[in-house]
């Protein structure tokens, strides 16, 4: 079974940060372009950054420097670590396969507050 599940969020204050992952099952991560996206309360869904098989980056201009998006192939688990967060970050985090059957996770919800 073909699956995305994230996990790793929570409550932090400015500043802080963390580390989602997403773990995936049914198919090989090393494989695929594999996505971050979130959607913040009110808004649409925005893309956040990008791993190609190669390992090559790609980042969101409101993140680049400090979010880094990685993955463990032996593991199968996509990371996204987020470090000085902002309130603007709060949102649910979403990882995505975009290519056969465009497939997501459940998200996981960031609420950056002091």
């Known amino acids: 079974q073909v699956q995305l599940v994230e996990s790793g969020g929570g409550l932090v204050q400015p500043g802080g940060s963390l580390r989602l992952s997403c773990e995936v099952s049914g198919f090989a991560l090393a494989t695929y372009n594999m996505v971050w996206s979130r959607q913040a309360p009110g808004k649409e869904r925005e893309w956040v950054a990008t791993i190609t098989p190669t390992g090559t980056t790609y980042y969101a201009d409101s993140v680049r420097g400090r979010f880094t998006i990685s993955r463990d192939n032996t593991k199968n688990t996509m990371y996204l670590q987020i470090n000085s967060l902002k309130p603007e970050d709060t949102a649910v985090y979403y990882c995505?396969?975009?290519?056969?059957?465009?497939?997501w996770g459940q998200g996981t919800q960031v609420t950056v507050s002091s």
């Open positions: 995505n396969r975009p290519a056969g059957g465009n497939l």
